[in-house]
């Protein structure tokens, strides 16, 4: 079986899915991501084949100004145009894969009849957002100009089979409104594993230790970095994820609780983490309950507010809304998550509702016979 992903070029949509086309290549199935040329490294990187479709939307925003550079016309065309020469090409697929975000892969396999599922790595998108986002229109125009009939309320981007990696507890609708659900447990690439710890880390367990993801320092950089200081001399030990190399001369005279280390080594933190403060990313939640940690939400857009909102209704989590950003508040909500219990034992409790998901290899099984009865 040949086995197409199509993702939108982003990172943190790469990561939950590489653990699924793994599964695939090791059963014996072609598997290709394709996506714009700027995650093209990253997807060689994990292992899996690389086709290049469609364009990063910063570069549609420079190309098409008068457009929305995520679902717009012009973007999306360009990525269904690619899509169309790869599967009328070189690599026909057996079955399509979609990132819930990407509308190009929906109309191609459609216009070629091939089935199409979708891989739901966070919270279901209801048909009622694509009229805000823009894409109801898009989907209109382009299902018109390849001859396929009208979808006003784009029930054909659901009547597939759904991969749902979300927890029923997190979901956003239960039940989901798809044809065809298969539950997946969640999974996200990590390349590093065996990483080794830097020697400054080991044997801190003295105290609470708190993990600050790269998101969030970068996001909230002036209020964190306070923030970072009032948990350190109030008896947390504090570890800093950055992208690349933690040695710069900004990140001198911290004090001694202050760790700064690559991001890479987030997976490897998290097993002694006490609380995790992170700017709201679908992906780093599930790390961190996955891991059974209890998180602190310093969202930077929309989905990051959603997201560290769903957290703290329930009951994993505390959200900081941008009206009480001040070190104050984000240094007592650490120490509120940590010290009462009850938030901790709501994350493990979580992790197990994880791990009692279907394995990568259910997933694969029911990806064949979506294939396989849709020939």
């Not at 997807?43 to 086709?51: D, E, L, P, Q, S």
């Not at 029930?155 to 991969?163: C, E, H, N, V």
């Not at 997946?184 to 594993?193: I, Q």
Request: proline share 8%; aromatic share 6%.
């Amino acid at each position: 079986m040949r086995v197409v992903f199509s993702i939108r070029p982003f990172h943190r949509h790469l990561q939950p899915i590489v653990p699924l086309a793994l599964e695939l290549s090791r059963s014996g199935h072609e598997v290709a991501i394709a996506t714009a040329d700027e995650l093209g490294p990253a997807v060689v990187a994990a292992g899996v084949a690389w086709w290049p479709a469609g364009i990063h939307p910063s570069t549609a925003a420079e190309l098409f100004p008068d457009d929305d550079a995520d679902y717009g016309i012009e973007a999306v065309s360009l990525k269904v145009t690619d899509l169309l020469e790869i599967m009328i090409g070189e690599f026909r697929p057996d079955v399509v894969v979609r990132d819930p975000t990407d509308l190009a892969p929906a109309v191609v396999a459609a216009a070629l009849k091939i089935p199409s599922g979708t891989f739901g790595f966070a919270n279901f998108i209801p048909r009622s957002s694509w009229p805000i986002l823009g894409g109801d229109t898009t989907m209109a125009t382009l299902r018109a100009r390849y001859g396929l009939a009208p979808d006003p309320d784009l029930d054909t981007l659901y009547s597939g089979l759904y991969l749902s990696a979300v927890p029923p507890l997190l979901e956003s609708l239960e039940p989901l409104p798809v044809s065809r659900l298969q539950r997946v447990r969640y999974h996200t690439s990590d390349p590093e594993e065996f990483l080794p710890l830097p020697d400054r880390l080991d044997g801190l367990q003295e105290g609470p230790t708190v993990l600050v993801t790269a998101e969030a320092a970068k996001s909230h950089r002036r209020p964190l970095e306070t923030a970072l200081v009032a948990l350190a001399t109030e008896g947390f030990t504090v570890i800093c994820t950055l992208k690349g190399s933690p040695d710069r001369d900004d990140l001198a005279n911290w004090p001694e609780s202050v760790h700064f280390v690559d991001c890479r080594l987030y997976s490897r933190i998290l097993p002694m983490s006490d609380a995790v403060i992170w700017h709201g990313g679908f992906d780093t939640m599930m790390g961190a309950l996955s891991a059974g940690v209890p998180l602190v939400c310093l969202p930077n857009d929309s989905n990051g507010e959603y997201n560290g909102t769903r957290a703290q209704e329930r009951g994993l989590g505390l959200l900081i809304s941008d009206d009480d950003l001040q070190p104050g508040a984000i240094a007592g909500a650490v120490h509120t998550v940590v010290r009462d219990r009850s938030f901790r034992e709501r994350a493990r409790a979580m992790r197990r509702e994880v791990e009692a998901m279907p394995d990568l290899a259910e997933a694969v099984r029911s990806l064949e016979e979506f294939a396989a009865g849709s020939a």
